[in-house]
């Protein structure tokens, strides 16, 4: 299942999250150990280079595109092979929805946008879409030409 996804600004202020089947109380404490593991490791890392982290059968991975931190975590067979899939997908949408890697306010100047994406590749915890194409056109409220 895929637990989380977090998007934060530079100083760890949180942009976008996503919880699916985490308590409200363990939501809180995964999103501070989510900033405290990006402000940790994060320092000098180029655009889109794929961190990953490991605490029990829960998986994390992260990176930073532009001004933003991005964090996808998962667990049993939402391994970290999986959420490199699902973090790519995400980093390129939001690249595509800035037209470039973004800034803070880039990125909230698109935040809705960014937002119906981030629901049509994920629902409830599950993958829904990995294609980026599938879910430009699902976004603009066309229905799919292959059903």
């Known amino acids: 299942m895929l637990l989380a996804i977090l998007i934060a600004n530079s ?12 308590p409200t109380e363990e939501s809180l404490h995964r999103r501070s150990f989510l900033v405290r593991l990006g402000a940790e490791n ?10 990953v982290a490991c605490h029990k059968s829960v998986f994390v991975v992260y990176t ?20 490199s899939e699902v973090i790519y997908v995400i980093t390129s949408i939001v690249r595509d929805a800035c037209g470039k890697p973004p800034s803070e306010r880039l990125f909230l100047d698109k935040y ?8 049509e590749i994920v629902c409830m915890g599950l993958l ?12 603009r409220l066309k229905p799919p030409l292959e059903l």
């Not at 809705?112 to 629901?119: F, S, T």
């Not at 829904?128 to 976004?139: C, G, Q, S």
């Open 128 to 139: 829904e879409n990995t294609e980026k194409d599938r879910i430009k056109r699902l976004v």
């Open 64 to 83: 930073i595109l532009g001004g933003v931190s991005i964090y996808v975590v998962g667990k049993e067979e939402y391994d970290e092979l999986v959420l």
């Open 11 to 22: 100083e760890g202020n949180i942009l976008v999250e996503r919880f699916s089947g985490v």
């Open 42 to 51: 994060l320092k000098g890392v180029k655009n889109e280079e794929l961190l």
């Open 112 to 119: 809705g946008k960014i937002c119906l994406c981030l629901d």
